[in-house]
């Protein structure tokens, strides 16, 4: 079963909404974990490293202001879209790594589609 | 981030052997090879992971010669279920100094027929 969940798995809204993705690690604790951006046929860009206590780390080029990282608990990240534009639509994906085993451990990807 | 460089597509036959081969030229001494499957609206499953010489688990075979510069991943017998992207990443794994901040590449797109 899935180890890295997000919710929700798609959701569509207006422009000029905010829209907040979760990123849960169900087997274990994550003291990191990181959020990307894919745009139809192209590969992911890591947006943001978050970090469990701390502030996010952001790709150079992305808006910290737009897209709001909280890493409140060692299992849940959450990634807010804020004002959304429909430029923001594109498919959202998390990772945490499992220290435990050396893994790398992906979510199943939100669809964002803004109006 | 050590830099990886893949063929952006391959087409295969069902049952045949598939090799997909990654440049990693600027490969780090501490840096583990890892390769990734993506369905689209999926995100990516790992498959494979080595860090020298050959690693095979259930689905996959990866090999690493010694200077580490490259690596292949092997499917043997491919089904049509195979087509996917597929990404070769480099880095440190979790646990170590910059562990698995992963830069993807843009892929391998494999079209399996039938």
């Known amino acids: 079963g899935a180890v890295v969940s997000q919710h929700p798995s798609w959701v569509i809204c207006k422009s000029g909404t905010s829209v907040k993705i979760e990123c849960r690690s169900l087997d274990f604790q994550a003291t990191t974990m990181f959020w990307y951006r894919q745009f139809p046929k192209q590969s992911l860009m890591l947006m943001a490293t978050s970090n469990e206590g701390s502030k996010a780390t952001y790709e150079q080029g992305v808006e910290k202001d737009k897209f709001l990282i909280n890493h409140a608990s060692l299992t849940l990240s959450t990634l807010t879209v804020t004002s959304a534009h429909p430029e923001d639509s594109s498919f959202y994906i998390c990772?945490?790594?499992?220290?435990?085993?050396?893994?790398?451990?992906f979510g199943e990807g939100s669809r964002l589609t803004v109006l | 981030l050590a830099k990886t460089t893949q063929p952006i597509s391959m087409d295969s036959y069902e049952g045949q052997e598939v090799n997909i081969t990654c440049s990693h030229n600027?490969?780090?001494?501490?840096?583990?090879i890892t390769w990734y499957q993506q369905f689209p609206s999926q995100g990516p499953r790992f498959i494979i992971q080595g860090y020298k010489t050959k690693v095979t688990n259930e689905v996959a075979s990866l090999f690493i010669p010694a200077d580490r510069k490259s690596s292949t991943l092997s499917l043997p017998r491919v089904s049509l279920s195979d087509t996917a992207v597929y990404y070769c990443l480099v880095g440190a794994p979790p646990g170590m100094a910059g562990g698995f901040k992963t830069i993807f590449g843009a892929g391998t797109r494999l079209f399996v027929k039938a």
């Open positions: 990772s945490a790594p499992d220290t435990g085993t050396g893994e790398l451990f």
């Open positions: 600027n490969i780090a001494t501490n840096d583990y």
